[in-house]
């Protein structure tokens, strides 16, 4: 059997393996979110450490997406897939086994950032090269199928690992899944890469690096450092300053990191657009859900991960059938179809209160998860099919990319509004007024403030209790909002401006 033949006959088997690799990258991305406290007590973290041990990942991560993809590009994807596994592994090993102090764990998770941006590029680009463009819209499906419920399902997993062993375990068992997936790569995934082997672009790369890292982090650190402060204000601008020379050089250069062309081509520019506008509305939800279920339903990490389950249930069928809906109704109606469900979602939300029944909200979690799926496998097939081949890697890079800003504005600018609405309704009852500011700033600290109050008998625990409880979900409605707003303002542009039909030119 020939070698495309042997590939093709394979296609499917290796859909599962790049699967598989995809949700230990999305895994990684939220499973240390339910380990913070254990954490923190474990080896005295302050704040700012625990905040840098999720960030350090998410930064680096993002940050170098583009040139990892590039990388992969030029000198194989299924080496650089490898090679990030291997890093995700031993970091998570070392750490489990090793880590005493919050800076190690901190440098892990950078290394475990630094592996997922070769890893995340080369899964999805090696699924466009192994398919025919007849069903590469349903392998891509499949594909952002599984990263929509990377997260839910880290949430679980962390959940799981903290409420039955220790915070080790959340690094611990990311070994044995990658222990599986180099496994299987080593025999079963195909070697790929750019055929013309163009020379790479250190000096867009070093660009690239430089503007995601200081976007990404003014976004990242602006809630919590202020949005207008000197820091976040100076980063940002600076990260503005790198894209302006990026895209100067990269103009300029014979041989692009990531061509601008690409963005003359109205399915690749609108397919982006709209995944960063639905990741911005699923992490802002995501985030504020698990507040919610933990800190105003009193659930556990795992309890509250398990109310996720209606998310995936809509999400998984939807993203995996949408090529059957993009062959009769055209990408533009059916990815604007799927941000109105979100922006119905979103708007359903706004009208839920401390009381609400759970059955109300896993219709919304279900109708997000149905909008989600929906959105992002046909936007994403849509970038990927814009692309030439040779460059899969950048343009699968691109699209993470993307993903990760509309995620990282979403948690940076939802968290904020929830916080502003959250301080302006807050009420605190007569008599605590000796607390001062720090029930207005935290309202984590208010729950535990006053859960330590009525554990002493001091009746006004209870009554600050509620009162932020219910400025919580003020905020948290208003969050909503914000998303649903966002998800509707992206379903407009995609009817008004993404093309109706994929054209495919990856094989060109």
């Not at 704040?47 to 990942?57: C, H, P, R, V």
């Not at 080790?168 to 790569?185: C, D, E, H, R, Y």
């Not at 993903?403 to 916080?419: D, P, Q, W, Y």
């Not at 914000?482 to 379903?491: H, P, R």
Request: net charge negative; hydrophobic share 55%.
């Amino acid at each position: 059997m020939e070698r495309d033949e042997l590939i093709h006959s394979r296609r499917w088997i290796i859909l599962g393996i790049m699967s598989l690799s995809l949700i230990i990258v999305m895994l990684n991305n939220v499973t240390l979110n339910v380990a913070l406290p254990e954490l923190s007590k474990d080896l005295q973290a302050d704040n700012t450490e625990l905040q840098w041990m999720l960030d350090a990942y998410a930064l680096i991560f993002g940050g170098t997406l583009l040139v990892m993809g590039a990388i992969g590009d030029r000198f194989g994807r299924k080496g650089a897939l490898q090679l990030g596994l291997i890093m995700v592994a031993g970091a998570s090993a070392l750490t489990a086994m090793y880590a005493s102090t919050s800076n190690e764990v901190i440098a892990a998770r950078a290394v475990m950032g630094l592996g997922a941006a070769l890893v995340m590029p080369a899964t999805l680009s090696v699924v466009v090269v192994v398919f025919p463009p007849e069903e590469r819209g349903k392998a891509v499906g499949i594909w952002a199928a599984m990263a929509g419920v990377g997260a839910p399902i880290g949430l679980l997993v962390g959940g799981w690992a903290v409420e039955n062993y220790d915070w080790q375990m959340v690094f611990l068992i990311n070994v044995p899944i990658i222990a599986l997936a180099l496994l299987l790569g080593l025999f079963l995934v195909p070697k790929t890469k750019d055929d013309q082997e163009r020379p790479l672009d250190p000096v867009g790369a070093l660009l690239s690096v430089a503007a995601l890292g200081s976007i990404l982090y003014a976004i990242i650190e602006g809630p919590s450092v202020g949005w207008g402060s000197s820091e976040i204000l100076g980063i940002g601008a600076l990260g503005i300053v790198f894209s302006a020379i990026f895209i100067r050089w990269e103009r300029r250069t014979e041989y692009p990191m990531l061509p601008l062309d690409f963005f003359k081509d109205r399915g690749f520019t609108m397919g982006l657009v709209a995944i960063m506008l639905a990741f911005y509305v699923m992490f802002s939800f995501m985030f504020t859900q698990m507040l919610h279920f933990q800190l105003v339903r009193g659930l556990t990490p795992l309890g509250a991960a398990f109310k996720f389950l209606w998310l995936p249930v809509g999400l998984m069928p939807a993203a995996a059938n949408s090529d059957r809906l993009v062959e009769k109704f055209g990408s533009n109606n059916v990815i604007a179809t799927g941000l109105t469900l979100v922006t119905i979602g979103m708007l359903i939300f706004t009208t839920v209160t401390i009381d609400t029944d759970y059955s109300k909200l896993a219709l919304i979690f279900f109708l997000v998860g149905l909008g989600m799926g929906l959105t992002m496998a046909p936007s994403t097939t849509l970038v990927m099919d814009s692309i030439p081949a040779g460059k899969a890697g950048v343009g699968s890079a691109t699209n993470d990319t993307s993903r990760e800003v509309g995620g990282a504005l979403g948690i940076a600018i939802g968290g904020s509004v929830l916080n502003e609405y959250y301080q302006r309704s807050m009420i605190v009852p007569e008599g605590l007024e000796h607390l001062g500011q720090l029930p207005f700033d935290s309202f984590a600290a208010a729950i535990r403030i006053g859960s330590d109050m009525s554990a002493g008998g001091n009746i006004l625990g209870a009554q600050l209790i509620e009162n932020a409880q219910l400025a919580f979900v003020e905020g948290m409605v208003a969050s909503a909002f914000v998303g649903a707003v966002i998800a509707f303002i992206g379903a407009i542009l995609v009817k008004l401006f993404m093309p109706s039909r994929i054209i495919h030119h990856a094989e060109e």
